[in-house]
């Protein structure tokens, strides 16, 4: 069974720095073709942040692009998002995604909270 699991949130403050790791569990990160991180603000819809592909290829968001660095760690089967320049409105719960059988598989969360 595939599993993830988010960790690396906290507070911080405009202008600092955050990584975000997510453990796979289950399954080779070799083997997924493609990995995201999503986000969820207070109120609002869910946000696609920025996808990975097996080959490190990555795509961003507009909101993020040239802020965040998403990377795929094949030694630690993780994927990891490296946020610099944090502003206010990145603050969300930020989550790693991989497709499974049944629909995308999802961790549990963890909060970043930026403050101004």
């Known amino acids: 069974q595939v599993r993830l699991v988010e960790s690396g949130g906290g507070l911080a403050q405009t202008g600092e720095s955050l990584r975000l790791s997510c453990v796979v569990s289950?399954?080779?990160?070799?083997?997924?073709?493609?990995m995201a991180w999503f986000r969820r603000a207070p109120g609002k819809e869910r946000e696609w942040v920025a996808t990975c592909t097996r080959s490190n290829t990555a795509t961003y968001a507009d909101s993020v692009k040239g802020r965040f660095t998403i990377t795929r760690d094949n030694g630690k089967n993780t994927l990891d998002l490296q946020m610099g320049s944090l502003k206010p409105e990145d603050t969300a719960m930020y989550y790693c995604?991989?497709?499974?059988?049944?629909?995308?598989?999802w961790g549990q969360g963890t909060q970043v909270t930026v403050s101004s």
């Open positions: 289950g399954i080779t990160i070799r083997s997924i073709a493609s």
């Open positions: 995604s991989a497709p499974g059988d049944a629909g995308p598989i």
